[in-house]
């Protein structure tokens, strides 16, 4: 019998003193170019653009009890989340980016931080 590697499964994201308990669809791009090749109506490629990319983490997480989205949109600081596999992000500088989408049924909230920098940390 063979051993399976677990390459996902669960993580907790902190960012400042705050603790966020992830609940699903936790993403992350840490690219810091974006490449597009560049192809003329000649039919030749010319070569390719590139856009500088701003790193982020989001995800699905569980509404911190009696936080207000206020309180939500106002974190910021370097955000670490720990990956069940044993790797780690660290998003530096980070903040709330776009909206804040609470769902009251589910007490759960859809958040995307972006920051100056990111960085995937090995096991």
């Known amino acids: 019998m063979s051993d399976v590697s677990v390459i996902g499964g669960v993580a907790q994201l902190r960012i400042g003193n705050t603790v966020l308990l992830f609940r699903e669809a936790l993403k992350h791009n840490f690219q810091k170019m974006e490449k597009k090749g560049v192809t003329g109506r000649d039919g030749v490629f010319h ?11 989001e995800g699905e997480f569980t509404k ?7 309180q939500i ?3 910021s600081g370097d955000l ?3 990956m ?3 790797g780690t992000l660290v998003l530096r500088d980070a903040f709330v980016s776009g909206e804040i989408e609470v769902d009251d049924d589910e007490g759960k909230v859809k958040l995307r931080f972006e920051g100056a920098s990111g960085e995937e940390l090995p096991a």
């Open 47 to 57: 070569g390719a653009t590139a856009q500088p990319k701003t790193p982020y983490v």
């Open 84 to 86: 069940f596999d044993g």
């Open 73 to 75: 949109e106002a974190l």
């Open 80 to 82: 670490i989340a720990a």
């Open 64 to 70: 911190p009890p009696g936080m207000t989205t206020a």
